[in-house]
């Protein structure tokens, strides 16, 4: 698993509007792959601590199956409905860290249909994927911006990303047992013993690779889903850290509407600005 390519979404040299949508999906952003969230109860089960002997070389062949197993689950999953609670640390210039906490509700249907709610007390953006476009909605500022979309989620996710400078939220759990979520970074994979996540029996986890920490909670049982992932960026003196804590619904109610886009008379369209376009506006202001 790697970090994501970063949302770094600016609009120099762009209409106002543009800059609003953009500045809004910056400051909103879902650090994925691998990914980021809240704090929810953490209780230990069964030794009371954890273990803390030196994972710095120990790849334990059992951690990293679990990833292969819980991205095919994942993967066999034909529809979902998942909520989560997401804490970002940022750090300030000073040094000070300040965190973002933001909720997320997001409806999945495979291959091709998407609804996402992500919000906080200062802003939100619905994303809409119908199998044909994507929106991105920001009903408080009133700007929305649709492109054609691929056929697939998956798909979809690189195009935003490489395109757009967009990042689908949660988008790991699209990725996780693709090439794309590749075990061969790891240099360290510990089994930590059983932990509670919300009242959910887990196994808890902890990976090493360049630049990061990370811990993952998979429920144990023939479900093994994520339950909660903490990542620290070991680049920042900081030591900061992503932690987003999961409630998985497999049986979502929802029907094709849910994903569909309607636009309110009071909504204004805006386009989406293109990658090269952000640089080179970027560069032709030096």
Same mark, same amino acid.
């Given at each position: 698993m790697s970090h994501s390519r970063q949302i770094a979404v600016t609009a120099i040299g762009v209409v106002a509007a543009v800059a609003v949508l953009v500045t809004m999906l910056r400051a909103g952003r879902t650090r994925s792959r691998p990914m980021a969230d809240t704090v929810a109860n953490h209780t230990e089960v069964s030794r009371g601590e954890v273990a803390t002997a030196d994972t710095t070389t120990v790849r334990d062949p059992a #951690? @990293? /199956? !679990?990833? /292969?197993?819980?991205? #095919?689950? @994942?993967?066999? @999953?034909? #529809?979902? !409905?998942?909520?989560a609670d997401v804490v970002t640390e940022d750090v300030r210039t000073d040094g000070q860290k300040v965190q973002i906490i933001r909720n997320v509700d997001l409806v999945a249907k495979r291959p091709n249909r998407l609804y996402a709610d992500i919000q906080n007390d200062r802003r939100r953006r619905l994303f809409f994927y119908d199998g044909k476009n994507f929106t991105l909605f920001a009903p408080r500022s009133t700007y929305y911006a649709t492109v054609p979309a691929p056929a697939s989620i998956e798909q979809l996710a690189d195009v935003l990303e490489d395109k757009y400078d967009i990042e689908l939220p949660l988008v790991d759990l699209f990725r996780w047992g693709t090439p794309e979520g590749n075990t061969s970074a790891i240099t360290s994979a510990v089994d930590l013993g059983p932990s509670a996540i919300n009242g959910m029996t887990c196994e808890q986890y902890a990976y090493r690779q360049e630049g990061i920490d990370w811990q993952l909670w998979v429920q144990r049982g023939d479900q093994p889903l994520p339950c909660r992932i903490v990542i620290t960026t070991l680049t920042d003196d900081a030591r900061p850290q992503d932690t987003t804590t999961y409630s998985w619904n497999l049986a979502p109610s929802y029907d094709d509407n849910t994903f569909v886009f309607r636009t309110p008379s009071w909504a204004k369209r805006i386009p989406i600005v293109e990658v090269p376009v952000i640089a080179a506006s970027s560069n032709a202001g030096r």
């Open positions: #951690a @990293l /199956e !679990q990833l /292969e197993t819980m991205g #095919a689950y @994942l993967r066999s @999953l034909k #529809a979902f !409905q998942l909520k």
